[in-house]
């Protein structure tokens, strides 16, 4: 009989896939919430009545999810100084399990403080740090619903339909259309809508093995979600459909609890958590500010406190600045792994030269220049896009000129009607190019990245451009007029709208079609930055020298390659002389 139910046992649900097990701890008539009333209450606060939870659930409880404890547990909002890492991992059965990021995530979803967000995460990595490394990375791209960098070829993004979604759904539990549209239009949220038909389900048990946890990343024959994901972004061709929906549904029946809420909503790439990236930078510096000098509680030392404070507002200013000129969270783990290994290697034998080339050492975790190693170890490179500056929007040129300081200069460079692009040559040889939002447009941008890669020295021509660089530009179609002195004619971006045609001299130009068909319309690259050249990081050096070095190293070539038009103003003569200063805008 269904009503039977072991206590514990892998579950057999009418639709013939494996559940969680459910039993009624709260006793007919008797008062006192029931387990998932008390869920409720604490992770739903707009819910905070006993009787709404019940009714949201169909007076169901929700499973215990995997690894979740009957017993007393520190959670992960407990203060960074209380918390103890060791002490939560120990029931763990191998890899992380993703409980660990359901329960952060339902932190997070219930509060709007940030300490408390990267307090809760802060833990949750800390965990990872010295339980599970492997898992650290998987989790970091959990955090920010996203599965690889914006930039890599590799993986593809998620890309699950709500109509796929919801028949894995009906398939792991069992339920009726018409009954998960109902339950999905009640909570407005897939997700909520998938724990609450999981929970109304009725099971059967055989045994006594408990059930495999879902995993943060999989791997030995168990299932995590991270892999999961992975594969079903590779998923393409005949019978892809089918295959994505089965890897689903093994991940839903997997899910325990409020599991499978997040489960469903990265999937559906809306979390909607407020895990921004900041938040989830400066987590990560401080889990490993803080493991760099101890896992154990630390809030009876004050003294230590203030030191660990200043290390992780150390560690935190170094990760943004790195993370922002290194996108990729895996390079910036290694970094921090190679700073921790060597720190440890550093404790025990002071002779270790290569343990002293990245250990900070504990008498100075809280110096700015332990943490600047970061950018040595995960440096600005070609082939990984650096993230955009963008503009500041600003009412008019007085408020634009008091933001300058007395005696600086500014420039003013004129705002081209195109795509904003970063070109990467690599000393190979090869060139890539990136949007402002680091994803790759090399492809898009066929006719760009053939003038660099063919730009090479021979006996009768010489380079026009530097082996490696990275370069920061406009991508403008333009017009090029009959008469070679005639300026450019500047086309609108609309020319530059997608397509697959081919260029009308039939060499194939990837891109363009409203450019293509016209012999005398091209795409232009007008250059305003260089931030890395040779092997030379450029970032940190004022811009008036970065541009020196670019128009000194880079060769112009009429509608192909360009500097942007700009004239510098002194901030003190732009105030005294504010026609001056406005012509140039002008």
Same mark, same amino acid.
């Given at each position: 009989?269904?009503?039977?139910?072991?206590?514990?046992?892998?579950?057999?649900?009418?639709?013939?896939?494996?559940?969680?097990?459910?039993?009624?701890?709260?006793?007919?008539?008797?008062?006192?919430?029931?387990?998932?009333? *008390?869920?409720?209450?604490?992770?739903?606060?707009?819910?905070?009545?006993?009787?709404?939870?019940?009714? $949201?659930?169909?007076?169901?409880?929700?499973?215990?999810?995997?690894?979740?404890?009957?017993?007393?547990?520190?959670?992960?909002?407990?203060?960074?100084?209380?918390?103890?890492?060791?002490?939560?991992?120990?029931?763990?059965?191998?890899?992380?399990?993703?409980? $660990?990021?359901?329960?952060?995530?339902?932190?997070?979803?219930?509060?709007?403080?940030?300490?408390?967000?990267?307090?809760?995460?802060?833990?949750?990595?800390?965990?990872?740090?010295?339980?599970?490394?492997?898992?650290?990375?998987?989790?970091?791209? =959990?955090?920010?619903?996203?599965?690889?960098?914006?930039?890599?070829?590799?993986?593809?993004? !998620?890309?699950?339909?709500?109509?796929?979604?919801?028949?894995?759904?009906?398939?792991?539990?069992?339920?009726?259309?018409?009954?998960?549209?109902?339950?999905?239009?009640?909570?407005?949220?897939?997700?909520?809508?998938?724990?609450?038909?999981?929970?109304?389900?009725?099971?059967?048990?055989?045994?006594?093995?408990?059930?495999?946890? =879902?995993?943060?990343?999989?791997?030995?024959?168990?299932?995590?979600?991270?892999?999961?994901?992975?594969?079903?972004?590779?998923?393409?061709?005949?019978?892809?459909?089918?295959?994505?929906?089965?890897?689903?549904?093994?991940? =839903?029946?997997?899910?325990?609890?409020? @599991?499978?809420?997040?489960?469903?909503?990265?999937?559906?790439?809306?979390?909607?958590?407020?895990?921004?990236?900041?938040?989830?930078?400066?987590?990560?510096?401080?889990?490993?500010?803080?493991?760099?000098?101890?896992?154990?509680? $630390?809030?009876?030392? !004050?003294?230590?406190?203030?030191?660990?404070?200043?290390?992780?507002?150390?560690?935190?200013?170094?990760?943004?600045?790195?993370?922002?000129?290194?996108?990729? =969270?895996?390079?910036?783990?290694?970094?921090?792994?190679?700073?921790? @290994?060597?720190?440890?290697?550093?404790?025990?034998?002071?002779?270790?030269?290569?343990?002293?080339?990245?250990?900070?050492?504990?008498?100075?975790?809280?110096?700015?220049?332990?943490?600047?190693?970061?950018?040595?170890?995960?440096?600005?490179?070609?082939?990984?896009?650096?993230?955009?500056?963008?503009?500041?929007?600003?009412?008019?040129?007085?408020?634009?000129?008091?933001?300058?300081?007395?005696?600086?200069?500014?420039?003013?460079?004129?705002?081209?009607?195109?795509?904003?692009?970063?070109?990467? *040559?690599?000393?190979?040889?090869?060139?890539? !190019?990136?949007?402002?939002?680091?994803?790759?447009?090399?492809?898009?941008?066929?006719?760009?990245?053939?003038?660099?890669?063919?730009?090479?020295?021979?006996?009768?021509?010489?380079?026009?451009?530097?082996?490696?660089?990275?370069?920061?530009?406009?991508?403008?179609?333009?017009?090029?007029?009959?008469?070679?002195?005639?300026?450019?004619?500047?086309?609108?971006?609309?020319?530059?709208?997608?397509?697959?045609?081919?260029?009308?001299?039939?060499?194939?130009?990837?891109?363009?079609?409203?450019?293509?068909?016209?012999?005398?319309?091209?795409?232009?690259?007008?250059?305003?930055?260089?931030?890395?050249?040779?092997?030379?990081? $450029?970032?940190?050096?004022?811009?008036?020298?970065?541009?020196? *070095?670019?128009?000194?190293?880079?060769?112009?070539?009429?509608?192909?390659?360009?500097?942007?038009?700009?004239?510098?103003?002194?901030?003190?003569?732009?105030?005294?002389?504010? @026609?001056?200063?406005?012509?140039?805008?002008?």
């Amino acid at each position: 009989s269904s009503d039977h139910t072991a206590d514990t046992g892998s579950a057999v649900s009418r639709s013939g896939w494996g559940l969680e097990r459910r039993e009624d701890r709260t006793a007919e008539g008797s008062t006192e919430p029931t387990r998932n009333a *008390r869920w409720m209450m604490a992770h739903r606060p707009d819910l905070a009545k006993p009787d709404q939870a019940e009714r $949201l659930t169909d007076g169901k409880e929700l499973p215990l999810a995997a690894g979740e404890q009957k017993g007393q547990q520190q959670p992960l909002s407990t203060s960074i100084w209380e918390f103890n890492p060791s002490e939560y991992v120990s029931h763990w059965r191998g890899r992380a399990p993703y409980s $660990l990021l359901a329960e952060a995530f339902s932190t997070l979803e219930g509060t709007t403080a940030r300490t408390v967000s990267v307090a809760t995460l802060t833990n949750a990595f800390r965990c990872l740090i010295i339980a599970d490394r492997a898992s650290l990375v998987p989790a970091l791209y =959990l955090c920010i619903d996203k599965i690889a960098p914006s930039y890599s070829a590799d993986v593809a993004p !998620i890309a699950v339909g709500h109509s796929i979604l919801s028949k894995a759904i009906m398939e792991a539990t069992g339920v009726q259309k018409s009954a998960l549209r109902e339950k999905s239009i009640a909570f407005g949220d897939l997700g909520d809508a998938a724990v609450a038909v999981k929970a109304s389900q009725r099971t059967l048990s055989f045994g006594r093995a408990a059930s495999k946890p =879902l995993l943060i990343d999989g791997g030995d024959g168990q299932l995590g979600l991270f892999t999961s994901l992975q594969n079903i972004s590779r998923e393409h061709g005949s019978g892809a459909q089918e295959r994505k929906r089965a890897i689903i549904a093994q991940l =839903l029946v997997a899910a325990k609890g409020v @599991e499978t809420k997040y489960v469903v909503r990265t999937l559906e790439g809306q979390l909607r958590v407020g895990s921004a990236k900041k938040t989830i930078l400066k987590a990560l510096a401080s889990a490993f500010a803080l493991t760099l000098t101890t896992a154990q509680p $630390l809030a009876s030392n !004050i003294q230590e406190r203030k030191r660990l404070e200043a290390a992780m507002a150390a560690a935190n200013t170094a990760t943004q600045d790195c993370f922002a000129q290194h996108p990729n =969270l895996a390079d910036l783990c290694n970094a921090f792994w190679q700073i921790k @290994e060597a720190n440890g290697s550093n404790g025990a034998n002071g002779s270790n030269v290569a343990a002293s080339a990245t250990a900070c050492g504990p008498d100075v975790l809280d110096d700015v220049r332990c943490w600047g190693r970061l950018k040595l170890l995960c440096p600005l490179s070609a082939g990984v896009p650096v993230e955009s500056m963008l503009g500041q929007i600003t009412r008019n040129f007085d408020a634009m000129s008091a933001r300058a300081v007395a005696g600086e200069r500014f420039s003013c460079e004129w705002k081209y009607d195109g795509q904003r692009g970063q070109i990467h *040559r690599m000393a190979s040889g090869e060139v890539r !190019i990136f949007s402002r939002h680091s994803q790759d447009t090399t492809q898009k941008m066929e006719e760009i990245a053939a003038l660099f890669r063919d730009d090479t020295c021979s006996e009768d021509r010489l380079s026009r451009f530097p082996k490696s660089f990275v370069l920061d530009c406009e991508i403008v179609a333009v017009q090029i007029p009959e008469d070679e002195h005639a300026p450019l004619r500047l086309l609108p971006m609309q020319m530059m709208s997608t397509g697959g045609a081919a260029s009308s001299n039939g060499a194939g130009r990837s891109l363009l079609p409203n450019i293509a068909s016209q012999s005398n319309q091209r795409l232009c690259v007008f250059a305003f930055d260089l931030l890395v050249c040779e092997g030379d990081v $450029l970032v940190d050096k004022p811009l008036i020298e970065r541009r020196a *070095r670019l128009r000194r190293d880079f060769g112009p070539e009429r509608g192909r390659f360009a500097f942007v038009d700009c004239e510098d103003i002194d901030a003190q003569s732009a105030v005294s002389d504010p @026609e001056r200063a406005t012509g140039a805008l002008q």
